[in-house]
Nanobody, 126 residues
Framework: VQLQASGGGLVQAGGSLRLSCTAS????????MGWFRQAPGKEREFVTS????????LYADFVKGRFTISRYNAKNTLYLQMNSLKPEDTAVYYC????????????????????WGQGTLVTVSS
């Protein structure tokens, strides 16, 4: 599976962005997917994950109520809607995927994920 993230850019604090992650090579229907981010000088961290059915999601505490993950399997695409952005959300955002045996499987561990996109930069100005 090849993943291509897009939609990053520069936005003012309080603004919104929607990231997309398009998969190619095979269908993502049997893959749990997630978003991670890495800020300058920091370790990569978990943001959110969604099961391949879309029926189960998991969010890091620092994005709850502000970010929403979704997927459209028919278009092989994963989304991340980011609202009420803060300067501390500035980071390179990566989409990732792993094949899940369960329709409700999700994971916050980056070591679970086998496939990664190249990342898209989100910059939030104050």
């Amino acid at each position: 599976v090849q993943l291509q993230a897009s939609g990053g850019g520069l936005v003012q604090a309080g603004g919104s962005l929607r990231l997309s992650c398009t998969a190619s090579g095979r269908t993502i229907s049997n893959y749990a997917m997630g978003w991670f981010r890495q800020a300058p000088g920091k370790e990569r961290e978990f943001v959110t994950s969604i099961s391949w059915s879309g029926g189960r999601t998991l969010y890091a505490d620092f994005v709850k109520g502000r970010f929403t993950i979704s997927r459209y399997n028919a278009k092989n695409t994963l989304y991340l809607q980011m609202n009420s952005l803060k300067p501390e959300d500035t980071a390179v955002y990566y989409c990732a995927a792993y094949r899940s045996q369960s329709t409700v499987g999700i994971s916050a561990s980056q070591y679970e994920y086998d496939y990664w996109g190249q990342g898209t930069l989100v910059t939030v100005s104050s």
